[in-house]
């Protein structure tokens, strides 16, 4: 038996109150936005100096796969540790993990004679303080504000933001600069976004948040992360069928559509196309603020259903003026689903548990998209690049639908205020010591009783 995941009906509250108008909120997002420029630069800058120092495309993708390798190996540990250290004090290290890094880094290129193996165990430890790093997002967004859908949506805008600007600034950076100096400017967003959650360190222990202060050996926090995932089955639902869909949608379309769309429109038009992309992700963010469905998940899987157009509009060959609003319209889908899936997880999960619950989202998210770019090419040169999009897209429909028949995912009810206290199933009977319940002021703990009284 696991946390209620169940609203009471008849209850009623307030609307919450916006985020921009706590202080902690504003931390958090101007920290989350300055990573999220970080990590949109980083790509682009790496790429740029191992293509410089002579490596080849062989060698960024030895980089690149450096970085990514230990973010698969060490996500699932990077939850349980921000569980019991909490969020911010993983997130504010791996921030300064990464801010020594890029310098080094910055460093290597500026003295000469940079070695491809210095490139990739740098890349490494980034990879490594990523995978520490990104877990605990989830944890901190209902902590540092009481509307979190709309908080998402914020957050959302911003990772759209990011997405544009990060690697044009890299470029202009590398072209019109220096090439170490991207890596600087890298560096000082790191530590921009160290020093917004910095204050928020010890959050947890003032906001109903909860810190496990077991001696549980790290198998047995793993399990219960585990335990808590795998009985909800609109949570490990939607994993299992979006892993698939990574494999057969979100790992072709990306390289296989940027091969044809340049093909069809040439660089500036694929160019144009990317950004209407981006465009379509901000308008599902602001929408995701504005619109609040009693099933977010149901809401959330229609709006994804435009995303099938994106592998369809290049395997089609659509004129440039359908193709860019096809990719509008995918990408709002796309963000708008993303702010109902972080909503639902945030609302419904226990703080406790919540941040090794999202590694397992994340790990079980992305673990096969590479995987499934990988066998783009050979696909596209065993059936062609248009005929594997064409089944990229039919994939996505197939299931999306599989999605909404699920009864579990199906029914999931909005939550608007989440049990900041509940505590995790603690699974078989075991010695252990108490998890340790946060001091909570007055007016909060009158709140939540009076809460608990209209479930009861």
Known sequence: MTTDDTVAAGTTAAPPSSPWRSPRFRLFFTARSASLLADGMLMVSVTTSVLGAGFGATGVGYALAAWMAPIVVLILFGGVLADRFTPQVMMVGAD?????????????????????WQIMALMGVSGAATAMFQPGLASIVPQVAEDIQRANALLRISESMATLIGPGLAGFLVAYWDLAGSFVVIAAAYAVSAGGLLPLRRLASGDGGAVDETDDPMWRRL??????????????????????????????????????????HGATGY??????????????????????????????????????????????????????????????????WGVMWATSVQSHIPLAVLSRVSAYDIAGSIMVIPLGRALAGPAAESFGADRVLLFSSAVSFVLLAAMLCVPAIRGLARLDRPKRDAAPDPGPPRTRKPVREPAREPERMAGEEASATAET
Do not use: K
Request: net charge positive; charged share 10%.
């Open 271 to 336: 160019g144009w196309i990317a950004s209407a992309d981006g465009l379509g992700t901000i308008v599902g963010g602001l929408l995701g603020m504005r619109v609040r469905p009693r099933r977010p998940l149901v809401a959330g899987v229609c709006a994804m259903f435009f995303f099938a157009l994106n592998p369809l509009a290049p395997a089609l060959g659509w004129n440039f003026t359908l193709t860019a609003v096809t990719g509008v319209v995918a990408g709002c889908g796309f963000a708008f």
């Open 96 to 116: 300064a993990v990464r801010v020594v890094t890029m310098l080094v880094m910055a460093a290597l290129f500026a003295g000469g004679g940079v070695r491809l």
């Open 223 to 264: 399990a219960t992360g585990w335990h808590e995932f795998r009985s909800r089955t609109w949570l490990w639902g939607v994993i299992s069928l979006w892993a698939v869909y990574g494999l057969f949608v979100f790992g072709p379309s990306l390289p296989l559509g940027a091969a044809l769309l340049t093909e069809q």
